[in-house]
């Protein structure tokens, strides 16, 4: 079966061969930028077209290289974790990342921080990311 970076809509995966395969991931990708982005004064920071055609995939691995907790969902479809959760935006335009739990789990506390930290790690891997306040003051973040 093939990696899949934790979006959030998925089931909780974890433990070390997961960490592990999300190490040979990022390392991988982080090969991509090297190759790709050789006329960049840093390669490293430039996203990659690999990743700028699968945005959601590249922000999902990003966020789960760095450490920052998935959220998750169980075969119900109910929401099981408190953690991130990257779409696609309507119309394809960007990615949205969204701190997101079960109900009483605490995620509307945390958001901000959080998100916070979601955006300054995609900003340092070259993404413009912009945390915003959406419709009944929930945040999240617009990733282009």
Aim: aromatic share 6%; hydrophobic share 45%; net charge neutral.
């Amino acid at each position: 079966m093939a990696f899949e970076a934790a979006t959030g809509d998925g089931p909780v995966e974890s433990g070390e061969r997961r960490a592990a395969e999300v190490r040979v991931a990022f390392a991988g990708l982080l090969q991509i930028r090297r190759l790709t982005n050789s006329g960049a004064a840093r390669p490293e920071s430039v996203p990659a077209a690999w990743e700028r055609a699968r945005p959601v995939r590249a922000v999902a691995l990003a966020l789960e290289a760095a450490g920052v907790a998935a959220s998750a969902v169980d075969a119900a479809g109910e929401r099981t974790a408190v953690g991130y959760r990257v779409a696609a935006e309507e119309g394809g335009a960007g990615v949205r990342v969204e701190w997101t739990g079960p109900r009483g789990g605490g995620a509307a506390q945390d958001e901000e921080r959080a998100l916070g930290e979601c955006a300054r790690i995609l900003v340092e891997l070259g993404w413009d990311a912009l945390v915003y306040r959406g419709p009944r003051g929930r945040r999240f973040v617009e990733v282009r």
